[in-house]
């Protein structure tokens, strides 16, 4: 027998759109400059801070393994976190179009989180310091983030370097990529991205259109 309640169609799931953190939601380039410049002071290691910025993304051990020798990496790792919140977090400012962004999943009654290859206590300092709310994982870099992408049920992956593409596709979410990072336009695209953005004031015209077109 078909009752009142069989004739209800079932509630959707909610849009969940992923975004990756470093150089996507944030310029986190000056405050992990200044932590660099304090950790060659404080263990004497001379370290080429601008190089050092200029391609951010993966893990913090594989970046001190270019410049400590591999017993010193946890070590040297834990001070570096130690140091990140006195340092870092005040000179790093939000992208461009990363509050509004967010702003936009919201408004279209999504629910915005953040995957990141960062120290979770850290991504959460940084995530205050410029406005944004949403749900955090951190510490998962490249195919890595499709575990939390899929537990969260993310349809959308936002992010700036070929790992967040990987990341992206393993979950299988739509890969949307951001030429703010490390990885020019191209780079993205043969990377497989889905969608490449110049920055994020491109993304709530374009997350729009995408949801219209889903719904």
């Known amino acids: 027998?078909?009752?009142?309640?069989?004739?209800?169609?079932?509630?959707?799931?909610?849009?969940?759109?992923?975004?990756?953190?470093?150089?996507?939601?944030?310029?986190?380039?000056?405050?992990?400059?200044?932590?660099?410049?304090?950790?060659?002071?404080?263990?004497?290691?001379?370290?080429d801070t601008e190089l050092v910025v200029s391609r951010l993304g993966p893990p913090l051990d594989d970046e001190l393994a270019n410049w400590y020798p591999q017993e010193r990496i946890?070590?040297?790792?834990?001070?570096?976190?130690?140091?990140?919140?006195?340092?870092?977090?005040?000179?790093?400012?939000?992208?461009?179009?990363?509050?509004?962004?967010?702003?936009?999943?919201?408004a279209a009654g999504g629910r915005p989180v953040v995957v990141t290859a960062k120290y979770a206590p850290n991504a959460e300092l940084h995530l205050a310091h410029v406005g944004i709310d949403a749900e955090l994982r951190g510490w998962l870099w490249a195919e890595a983030k499709a575990e939390a992408l899929t537990e969260y049920g993310a349809s959308v992956y936002v992010g700036d370097h070929i790992g967040d593409v990987r990341g992206a596709r393993?979950?299988?979410?739509?890969?949307?990529?951001?030429?703010t990072g490390p990885c020019d336009a191209a780079e993205l695209r043969e990377a497989g991205a889905d969608v490449v953005l110049n920055d994020l004031t491109e993304f709530p015209a374009w997350f729009a259109a995408h949801t219209a077109t889903a719904a």
């Open 1 to 47: 027998m078909t009752t009142n309640r069989d004739l209800v169609p079932p509630k959707p799931a909610q849009l969940t759109v992923g975004f990756d953190l470093d150089m996507t939601l944030i310029d986190s380039r000056p405050g992990i400059k200044a932590v660099y410049d304090r950790l060659a002071v404080e263990t004497g290691v001379w370290i």
């Open 74 to 106: 946890a070590e040297v790792a834990d001070l570096y976190r130690e140091l990140y919140p006195d340092h870092a977090i005040a000179p790093t400012p939000a992208m461009p179009g990363a509050v509004e962004a967010v702003a936009a999943v919201r």
């Open 170 to 179: 393993k979950a299988g979410a739509l890969s949307v990529a951001v030429a």
